[in-house]
């Protein structure tokens, strides 16, 4: 579903790693490690049925079991888990490897795992619920809600003198750019062109509060004029900020109130109080002499210890398994989950068509064919061409650290994984899943 390289995920991946999986020799954790007990699917909050119920094959399930072990098995990760739901009931979950491979701590059904860049669908959620109150439409400019961007610039080149060119904006992008990674900004995350290494270099990020960070992206040149091309970057954090304006609480709050408190996900946060920190899993890298898993260091290490001022929307958040199973859940379920609506239908299928223009569309389908993009959200236009076996109309996203979700509303199929390595898009377990998943489902009937 490539699924991942469209995430956090992949630019680090090209930042720090190279594109490729570890060999097996250079892992130092092959021995084969000891499963933990795989978690009751009543414990995940959600009703479970048994795979034939619903149409799968329990012994073809096995086969995704074996197969997310193996990347145990050969180091690769310290632990997996993935959780499988059909028709809103749990039909299948599994946990395997460490939550620490220092001290040995195994992975729990409540361990907390830093999502990234899947906190783009909860912010996007957030903004669906202001759009849901008329607070905003698709086709008004961003001016409308941060006048400040009026006044940004697009780079042009760099001048004989080595100064950057730059343009006024021809238009303000619209909202609906702005949720499709199309109005124009960048994210600095791969630092290989002029504009990119401008923002990875700006205090954006460091900054106290989003009004703030707002400010010191108005300074920055914008990587292409509105609705030229698909460019991932900055803005689901200027959405952040305008559900902030909009709601007049702050980010974290606005979820908390509005997403996680009605859905009873316990454990999601822009922090991990003291209380909790046992649970964290602890973050990895690999090492890109050597190849192996190692604990992780520099700048994608967010501190947890209190709630952040400038809160980002686009990759801030810890969640659990059962935390995230029920928010995917309730996207499934049509906006609504244990008589609890957070969106409307129609507003779930809004979030998850596509949403670019001919122009855009194609240069993202030149990088992911078969693909669209939503709101906040990557799309499955095509299988066959996607090359997979998910459903039409498939929505996703990913997060830097490996964790992974699709919600399938033509087979009505919500699968999750969870692993905790920077960088871990090169082992491709999004994809390698969703084949394993599908090819258990036998009977897509019942």
Do not use: C
Request: aromatic share 8%.
């Amino acid at each position: 579903m490539t699924i991942w390289r469209k995430s956090l995920t992949a630019a680090l991946a090209v930042v720090t790693l190279a594109a490729t999986a570890p060999a097996t020799s250079a892992a130092p954790w092959s021995r084969k490690a000891a499963p933990a007990a795989a978690p009751a699917p009543s414990a995940l909050g959600l009703p479970t049925a048994t795979p034939e119920s619903m149409g799968f094959s329990s012994e073809r399930l096995a086969r995704l079991h074996a197969g997310m072990d193996a990347f145990v098995d050969r180091g690769y990760v310290p632990g997996v888990a993935t959780v499988v739901i059909r028709h809103g009931r749990i039909v299948d979950s599994h946990i395997y490897g460490k939550a620490d491979l220092t001290t040995g701590a195994p992975l729990t059904q409540d361990t907390l795992w830093r999502m990234y860049s899947q906190t783009k669908p909860v912010t996007g959620v957030a903004m669906m619920i202001l759009y849901e109150e008329g607070k905003w439409r698709l086709e008004d400019p961003v001016t409308k809600y941060i006048p400040e961007f009026a006044g940004l610039k697009v780079f042009k080149g760099l001048g004989a003198d080595g100064k950057p060119i730059l343009e006024p904006i021809a238009r303000s992008a619209t909202m609906r750019e702005l949720m499709t990674h199309t109005a124009g900004f960048a994210y600095g995350l791969v630092a290989d062109n002029y504009v990119d290494k401008v923002y990875q270099e700006s205090a954006m990020q460091r900054q106290g509060s989003l009004k703030d960070a707002m400010g010191v992206l108005v300074t920055l040149p914008m990587a292409h004029q509105p609705g030229e091309a698909w460019k991932y970057s900055v803005a689901v954090d200027v959405q952040g900020y305008i559900v902030e304006k909009l709601s007049g609480q702050t980010l974290p709050d606005f979820m908390q109130s509005r997403i996680f408190g009605p859905l009873g996900m316990i454990d999601t946060a822009f922090l991990v109080p003291e209380a909790k920190r046992g649970r964290l899993a602890s973050l990895y890298m690999i090492d890109r002499e050597t190849r192996a898993i190692k604990p992780a260091e520099g700048f994608m290490i967010i501190p947890m210890d209190k709630v952040p001022g400038a809160a980002n929307g686009g990759g801030g958040l810890v969640s659990t398994m059962a935390d995230y199973s029920r928010f995917a859940a309730m996207l499934a379920g049509g906006g609504q989950l244990d008589g609890v609506r957070i969106l409307s239908p129609s507003t779930i299928r809004l979030m998850a068509g596509n949403h670019l223009t001919d122009t855009t569309l194609a240069t993202y389908e030149a990088r992911y064919p078969g693909h669209g993009f939503g709101l906040d959200v990557d799309v499955i236009m095509d299988p066959a061409k996607a090359g997979t076996t998910a459903g039409v109309g498939s929505f996703s996203w990913g997060g830097a650290a490996g964790t992974w979700f699709w919600v399938d509303p033509e087979n009505d199929v919500v699968v999750l994984g969870f692993i905790h390595v920077l960088g871990g898009s090169s082992y491709r377990l999004d994809d390698r899943s969703a084949t394993l998943v599908y090819q258990a489902l036998v009977d897509p009937t019942k």
